[in-house]
């Protein structure tokens, strides 16, 4: 089967798309999937490493941009489009999915023209505007939340978010040094960066039982480094980890952004979190994803507004003295994600392509 994934950009809309491309090759290792992007996306750094193929083209957004910055995103979608025809002639997919991000327009556009099968994935509980307009020409959308089912008028299937089996095989153990991962997204967070550094002055008791792994992104990763040395406190220090799977596998606690391919893989491997949405996301969804998720007493939600270091400090030191109520959470989280997500959305789609 032929497979062709559009979108990325952000690790949120990529991930889902590996979960899925490695469920392709689970049910027919003869599959082919290729990844279509942007030049600037996360996709050109991550699916080299991981042995997939990726093509691009232009393209851009409108959200919180100016005029003239609207105009140029407008004249590079219309050249995605036209590359998109190209790239579907060429490759000749079975089925076209598409994952969100700015590549996913102009392909799934063209897909749609060229009568090609086509499924979108929305991860969110709020869908954005793009695949607002998507979902009345495409075959299948496919959601996470039941919650999303009110925004589109059409039918759609509820699965949840595909995540990567090497996260959902992870099991929670918490025990030993208590352990905090920190990372705000693929880009890094300098408003998370900036608070867990503030932190570390108020967990000079906690200083040789408490021990961080921390993702910064590129700019902080010097000054953050600088920050755990003259605290005393032991972490590693990464501008971006690839096999993310080792980090939640050791965490007790995680400190992130409320995206919703974050949710789903602290979900998926039941790691309790404290939440800090991106104030400026489209629709405010990241606080829409975190308040779901703290309504079922899965995650803390911290609002960037209130965020500072003693605040976290206290947050932290609390779990780490009531550990039992960590695994409370942990146990809360397995009842909500569907591990097989990604088996039900190939499913759809090699049904939707006539495949058995």
């Not at 090609?116 to 509980?125: A, G, H, K, R, S």
Request: with cysteine; aromatic share 10%; hydrophobic share 40%.
């Amino acid at each position: 089967m032929r497979v062709l994934i559009a979108g990325g950009g952000t690790g949120g809309h990529l991930y889902p798309g590996i979960a899925v491309a490695e469920e392709f090759y689970k049910q027919d290792s003869k599959s082919e999937v290729l990844f279509v992007g942007t030049e600037k996306g996360i996709e050109t750094r991550i699916l080299p490493k991981q042995g997939y193929k990726l093509e691009t083209i232009p393209s851009g957004g409108f959200v919180n941009k100016d005029l003239f910055a609207k105009m140029i995103s407008g004249v590079k979608i219309v050249s995605g489009f036209i590359r998109s025809f190209s790239i579907l002639m060429r490759f000749k997919p079975d089925v076209v999915i598409g994952v969100g991000g700015y590549a996913s327009v102009p392909m799934m556009s063209a897909a749609v023209m060229l009568r090609f099968p086509t499924v979108i994935l929305e991860q969110n509980l709020i869908p954005g505007l793009a695949n607002k307009v998507l979902s009345r020409i495409v075959d299948r959308v496919i959601v996470a939340f039941e919650g999303s089912k009110k925004f589109f008028r059409r039918d759609v299937n509820v699965f949840g978010n595909p995540v990567r089996q090497v996260i959902i095989q992870n099991e929670y153990q918490p025990g030993g040094t208590f352990t905090v991962f920190v990372f705000g997204g693929s880009q890094g967070a300098n408003a998370i960066n900036r608070a867990v550094a503030e932190s570390l002055g108020h967990l000079k008791t906690e200083a040789g039982d408490i021990r961080f792994i921390h993702q910064t992104g590129e700019k902080d990763i010097s000054w953050v480094k600088e920050a755990y040395r003259k605290a005393g406190i032991d972490a590693e220090v990464s501008p971006y980890i690839y096999n993310i799977e080792e980090a939640y596998n050791k965490a007790d606690i995680v400190i992130s952004r409320a995206g919703a391919t974050t949710i789903a893989e602290i979900t998926a491997c039941r790691r309790p979190a404290i939440l800090i949405p991106f104030p400026f996301a489209a629709h405010d969804h990241q606080r829409s994803n975190a308040e779901y998720l703290a309504s079922l007493g899965i995650v803390e939600v911290i609002l960037e507004g209130d965020l500072n270091g003693e605040k976290l400090a206290g947050k932290l030191k609390y779990f780490f003295k009531n550990r039992d109520i960590l695994k409370k959470m942990s146990g809360k989280s397995a009842n909500i994600y569907n591990r097989n997500a990604a088996h039900d959305i190939v499913n759809i789609c090699r049904a939707l392509a006539g495949i058995k």
